[in-house]
Structure formats: structure tokens, C-alpha cells
């Protein structure tokens, strides 16, 4: 079996870049979602994340599956809440919102989806999660209830992302939103990567290949593109 989490340690000591298209199972039509593959296999992403801030997990399984007989990049869950679980993926970013002080959002989902993980073999990676102002609320926001950190102040997000890093975090998230007006500012990439050893995910209002450049020379070893690409499947041509 594949590790993925290893695949993504071994990227960032060899300063290879890593590019995940997010895919929400609310926004896909499921008919169009064989176009999409072919678009993703012929984009230079490494890694595919799906999940949302609100379904329900519907048609989630029937997703995967079909996204699993057409590419073979890894499938990771990014899941908004324990219903986003599929048995068909291949691993999950198993998220504490850093940011927040909402607990249901620091434990009491990781709870609840337990039972739920302890019946697949899905890859759990522990993701450390920091949601960062961007100019406007974000779903995150809205549906976690809880304040996003402030977009100027470096040392405090670098702070909290090393706190995940010693709480047991293998990953850490820097998150402006879904559709966010502002990306995570490039200083705070720079500050947060800095300081931690963990592989450093940044996504948020990023819609141009300039801007991904610009994340990754900051310290970014994993960059997530959503709106973006499911507003242009011709983003990466
Ligand atoms: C959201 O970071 C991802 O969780 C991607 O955001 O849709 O703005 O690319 P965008």
C-alpha cells in the first residue's frame, strides 16, 4: 500500500512541489466528472483533495470511485465534517481547526468520525488546520463558527503552527477560504515554513499559476487549487 504521507515528507526534503486540485462533491456534476479527470491528469497537480464545508456525503463513494478508475493520483478526504467519509479514498486529512475555539471543531468531530475510520483503510494524516482572515467570511467561518487568525500578524499564526507540530500535527494548513478575496500573504508562508518541520499545505484564493509560483518560493510544499480550476478547467493549459 502507498504511504502517501512518506511521499509528501520525501517531496518536501527533495524541494519537489506539490499541486492538489480540490474537488467539491456539492459543486461537481457527476456526468462532467470524467471531462475533469482528464483535465487533472493532464494538469501538473500530484495529489487530489474532496470535500466540502457543508454536504452531507452524498454521492461521495460513487465520486471517488469513478475519480479512482481514472487516475492514479492519490485521494484524499478534506473533510468539512465526520459525514465526508469514504472507504473508497485513499487517505484523510484528519483536520483540528488550530484557529478556532469552537471544540466541537478541535475534538468532537475527530470523535464522532472514529467508529466511522476504524472500518476502512483509509491513510489518517493528523493536519493541523489554521484558517487566516481574507477579506471577506469565508465558509470555513461560517460553518465552524469560529474567528479566522489576523492576516498581519506572522509570529502568531507561525506560533499556533508549531503548537500543532508539538501537539502531533504531521501536516500543517494555512487557509484563506474557499474563494477567499486574499491568499494567505506570501511574509506569513514565509514566517509559518520557517518554523516548523512538518510539510507546510497552503490554499485560499489562489487563481493564478503566478500566484502558485509565488507560494511555493515562500515556503509552501503543497499548494490546493479549487475555485480556480472548477471555474476554468483550461487553468493549467
Ligand atoms: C479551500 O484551500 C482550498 O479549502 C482552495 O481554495 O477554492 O480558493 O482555490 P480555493
Redesign the pocket.
Known sequence: MKNIYQEIRQAKSDNQKLLAI?LDPDKLDLEKATDLVTKINQSPATHILVGGSSFEGNHLDELVILLKQKTSLPILLFPGNSTQISAEADGILFLQLLSGRNPEYLIEHQIDAVPLLEKTNLEIISTGYILIESGNETAVERVSKTKPLDRNNFDYAAQTAKAGEYIGNKLIYL?A????QKAVPLEMIATVSKRITVPLIV????RSKNGIEEAFTAGADMV?????FENDLNFFD
Open positions: 480540490l487557509e477560504g474557499s474563494g477567499a490554499g485560499g484564493g489562489i490546493v487549487i479549487g475555485t480556480a
